[in-house]
């Protein structure tokens, strides 16, 4: 079965920088899209940032300019570069996997950023 295996979270202080790690795992299909995901208690998930391939990236406008989605050509492993960390990046990450149509989801991994 599917697995995405997130690490790499943690606790920073503000203008911190973290490294996230994905890695899909139990599929003969590369996905044909990776993203990052962000939540925190009482509000709706957050797209941070999704990954196609090495010409083809996307950020949302709060992460644009301090986050930088990288991966390989098979997109089944995925890295997540943050910089310049603000307390209001503190959240769980989850990465996302699109396989054959269907998402997929890891369990979510911690990022504190502190003041």
């Keep these: 079965q599917v697995q995405l295996v997130e690490s790499g979270g943690g606790l920073v202080q ?8 994905c890695i899909v795992s139990g599929t003969i299909y590369n996905p ?3 993203a990052w995901y962000r ?15 090495r010409a083809n990236q996307k950020y949302s ?3 644009k300019g301090r986050f930088t989605i990288s991966g390989d050509n098979t997109a089944r ?3 997540l570069q943050m910089d310049g960390l603000k307390p ?10 699109k396989i054959r149509a269907t998402d997929f ?6 990022v504190t950023v502190s003041s």
């Design 105 to 110: 989801w890891g369990q979510g991994i911690q």
């Design 14 to 21: 503000a203008g911190g920088s973290l490294r996230l790690s």
């Design 77 to 79: 492993k995925v890295y």
């Design 39 to 53: 939540q925190t208690p009482g509000k709706q998930r957050e797209f941070v940032a999704g990954y196609i391939n």
């Design 61 to 63: 406008e709060s992460v």
């Design 88 to 97: 209001e990046d503190t959240a769980v990450y989850l990465c996302n996997a």
């Design 32 to 34: 044909t899209a990776m």
